[in-house]
């Protein structure tokens, strides 16, 4: 049922463009540690300079909403539950996840470095990953940083979040994180070999299998239960904090497609980004974009057969489906689906729309029973990738069934916020 509602006419101030902002969620850890080389001297005189690098110190003692199993004590950080572990790895080593607070930085950049000061028992881990969120809202994936290997954002950004995960050793020795210092500058001419711009966003046919494991905890924090909607990849770059859909896939089966967030890790792999391409995928650098590690080594015996892990592999999976959105697309066995990775748009399959209201929900699907993933505080200007029939809303001697998903917040909205007059939007694809 589709209402058609005029443009809401209110105070300028209502009316007026915002500039959008993806929420500053969390998520776990995912990496690319991309070793800078130096410039051949004829290039270095026409390359602009880097600028100078701007370092702070992030808060520790503060938990923050998106953690996972962490201990605070004071100003330092440690494993919590040492018997706690993502199930999909089926790893007994007790984990830790600390998403920190998102620093503004006065100018661009794309380069962060890292100093760690921790204590690192044997066979523990302490891991750094960044992410960058540019002027128009949008987050980069997660990169690894080390104290010998910078993180290369493939664009510039204003905002710099960290995140930490902490893995115990022999006998659940946990590490124990005392200081962190973060510096960012800008590489320059440099980084735009890491920016490969996108008019739509990648997709790709991968084997798919159902991840189960009700009761089990994700790589996010989040709980299994049954007929849940999320689904997991072979890298940490894309994983969405828990209750957020800032990475988010569409996934078509046999009878229909569906939007879910990426809050696991897995099959098989945790370092095979194979949706980027080869200058910025982790691992697995010869391999086609596209085409998972797993795939390959079932197929044609790449790797010798095996995962990263040396496990020899059983099915070319790419991608795990929670329960409900394996059963919710059609599929009643293992099988190849299509999968768009929607944070790899570009913008150029987007179309930008104002929005009216306050305290705006944007849901993880197209009805208000869904997980809210974000709000819109006020009146903004969002961009919307496609749209669908969804739950009726009445609100306000509106009705319209009509939502919008928007890929910087991962989710989706109701078509009555969207200003315009028309309640299906011209121009708008479905989903």
């Not at 080389?37 to 600028?51: F, L, N, R, V, Y």
């Not at 790893?91 to 950049?109: E, I, K, M």
């Not at 992410?131 to 987050?139: E, F, K, L, M, N």
Request: hydrophobic share 35%.
């Amino acid at each position: 049922m589709l209402t058609s509602h005029p443009r809401h006419e209110g105070p300028a101030a209502r009316r007026r463009t915002l500039p959008v902002r993806a929420l500053s969620g969390a998520a776990c850890l995912l990496a690319l540690a991309a070793v800078l080389g130096t410039a051949p001297a004829a290039e270095a005189a026409t390359a602009p300079a880097a600028s100078s690098a701007v370092s702070w110190h992030p808060d520790l003692s503060r938990p923050g909403s998106d953690d996972v199993n962490v201990l605070h004590d004071g100003n330092t950080l440690r494993v919590d539950d040492r018997s706690l572990s993502p199930a999909s790895l089926e790893r007994h080593r007790g984990y830790a996840s600390a998403v920190l607070d998102v620093h503004h930085l006065d100018r661009p950049v794309d380069r962060i470095t890292v100093g760690v000061d921790a204590a690192v028992p044997s066979g523990s881990g302490v891991v750094v990953d960044v992410r960058g969120r540019a002027a128009d809202g949008t987050w980069t994936e997660w990169r690894e940083v080390t104290s010998d290997a910078p993180a290369r954002l493939p664009r510039a950004v204003d905002d710099v979040q960290a995140r930490l995960t902490l893995w115990t050793g022999e006998a659940g020795a946990t590490p124990t994180v005392r200081g962190l210092t973060l510096s960012a500058d800008s590489a320059g001419a440099a980084s735009s070999q890491l920016a490969q711009p996108a008019a739509a966003a990648f997709t790709s046919r991968v084997y798919a299998t159902r991840e189960g494991l009700v009761g089990g905890t994700t790589a996010n924090g989040h709980v299994i239960r049954s007929n849940d909607h999320f689904v997991a990849l072979p890298s940490r770059r894309a994983l969405s904090p828990n209750g957020s859909g800032q990475y988010s896939v569409q996934v078509c089966g046999p009878v229909r497609c569906e939007t879910a967030p990426v809050w696991d890790v897995g099959p098989w792999n945790t370092h095979d980004d194979y949706w980027n391409t080869s200058a910025q995928r982790e691992q697995w650098k010869d391999l086609a974009r596209g085409l998972p590690e797993a795939q390959a080594a079932y197929q044609n015996g790449y790797n010798g057969g095996r995962d990263e892990f040396g496990r020899q592999v059983a099915n070319p999976a790419g991608i795990d489906l929670a329960d409900g959105t394996f059963y919710n697309i059609g599929l009643n066995d293992n099988g190849w689906v299509t999968v768009t990775y929607l944070w790899t748009d570009g913008g150029g399959d987007t179309k930008s729309f104002p929005t009216w209201g306050t305290d705006v929900s944007i849901r993880q699907q197209a009805t208000t029973a869904s997980t809210r993933v974000a709000t819109l505080p006020g009146p903004t200007t969002v961009r919307v990738k496609c749209q669908v029939h969804g739950q009726l809303v009445d609100y306000q001697g509106y009705s319209n069934d009509a939502w919008s998903y928007l890929p910087d917040y991962g989710g989706y909205i109701s078509n009555i916020f969207i200003d315009v007059s028309d309640a299906w939007l011209p121009g708008v694809p479905n989903c």
